[in-house]
């Protein structure tokens, strides 16, 4: 780093800090990071891809840098429909994406749980499996498609990339022309399909931090789409770093002042590419301790600890990701679906068997986005754990507990759980004081089933 000024050096510490937190920070790599591997200039695919895609209709670019948009257009009208387009992008994303750069194996190594991808090749997966993690991946289609893919909780060991401009491997998916990116965003806007809860979550939690490179804030469909992924009022501010053309744009001054104002500010920096994902990655193995990544996989319990099962909305997942972790350090197993089975169909049939015959605790998670949900899975599940909850006895004159609620900050809390004594977890000591009653309660039924006589 010895390049590097104390400015650009406190900067690094700051993400490291951001990338290192609870909440985490989502990656999001935009279509100017998307490159061949073996090409020092670094220019763009999309850019590489609008010359071929002129080239074989006999047209040369009238603008410099060649839009993708318009050539896509172009081809689409010369060569009568847009499967040809579709078939040719699909195999070029599918060619030039399967060796990532230094750059993208330099980020991989770091705990990021979280990659946004505007680029519809495979760089980032490529570079997450190169340093030994598993990946996942799922796609945003503007054609109404909703994803079935069933993915676990991400983490640093398991991140997922969600491409969102379609995925090279479904050849639909992919927002090509100008007219594709119009239709994109009515259906994002509208939700149809919806951005998957499991991406949603991440993005919506007020904590996250945002790291933009190459992202291209100058095109006026950027501000649309960070709208709609909740950047805008976070608790930090997102970063972006922007290749030096950027600064020189005639957008420029427009796009930096429409990003300055306090609840949508954005600090935009010069990307060095290589020098700095190096000295990101060099930061963060200095100033993290060795366990930190370990630190942020499941903690392993003794099979003999309580397993608790949490109840909550799917719109504080985040929150649950941190309340999980809490009580698994404090000695607590936390039940965990592997198969994202609240995602799917199968959910509803192993609910109650689950609560009934999986679990020793159910933990009801209460937010505002509980309490003021018309509908949700989490109803049926209170039902069932209020039900296991009444067959339980009591020792030493104090009753067995089974059902626990617990609040997150000010919130009312749900009719049928009102006259239950309850913690708010988000106090200094809440969630000790969960996990110490949990463990007091799982204490007393140890001893309750030691005294009880075998069966002969």
Sequence with gaps: MENSTADEIELLKTLVEEINSPSGCVLVLGPRVAVRADDPNRRPLDEILACELLASVHETANETPPSLRHAAELFCDRKGGRTPLERLARDFYARETKAPTDFHRNLAALPFKLCLSASPGHQMMAAFKEVGKAPQCDYYHFRGKKSDKRMVEPDAKRPLVYYLFGDHEDRQSMVLTEMDLIDYL???????????????????????????????????????????????????????????????????????????????????????????????????????????????????????????????????????????????????????????????????????????????????????????????????????????????????????????????????????????????????????????????????RQKKRALQPSAA
């Design 186 to 444: 009515v259906q994002i806007v509208k939700g149809e399909p919806p951005i998957p809860d499991i991406v949603r979550s991440i993005l919506c939690d007020s904590y996250s931090s945002f790291l933009f490179l190459g992202f291209g804030f100058h095109n006026w469909y950027s501000r649309v789409l960070l709208k709609v992924l909740h950047v805008y009022g976070h608790a930090d501010s997102p970063i972006a770093f922007e290749d030096p053309e950027f600064f020189h744009l005639p957008e420029h001054p427009q796009t930096t002042k429409f990003f300055s104002v306090p609840d949508r500010l954005i600090t935009f920096r010069h990307l060095r590419w290589e020098q700095f994902a190096h000295e990101l990655r060099q930061v963060y193995e200095e100033v993290s301790p060795p366990s930190a990544e370990s630190a942020l996989a499941p903690a392993e319990l003794d099979e003999s600890a309580p397993c608790a099962f949490l109840s909550y909305a799917s719109e504080d997942r985040a929150e649950i990701d941190r309340l999980r972790a809490m009580l698994e350090a404090g000695g607590v197993r936390v039940w965990q679906d592997k198969q994202n089975l609240r995602a799917g169909d199968r959910w509803n049939d192993v609910l109650l068997s689950v609560i009934r015959s999986k679990v020793d605790y159910v933990i009801v998670v209460q937010t505002p986005a509980m309490t003021s949900a018309v509908s949700g899975v989490f109803h049926r599940e209170i039902k069932a754990a209020l039900d296991k909850d009444a067959e339980l006895g009591y020792f030493e004159d104090q009753r067995l507990r089974f059902l626990v609620p617990v609040t997150v900050g000010p919130c009312e809390p749900l009719g049928s759980l009102a006259d239950i004594h309850m913690i708010d977890v988000s106090e200094s000591d809440g969630v000790q004081l969960l996990t110490q009653s949990i463990l007091e309660d799982w204490a007393k």
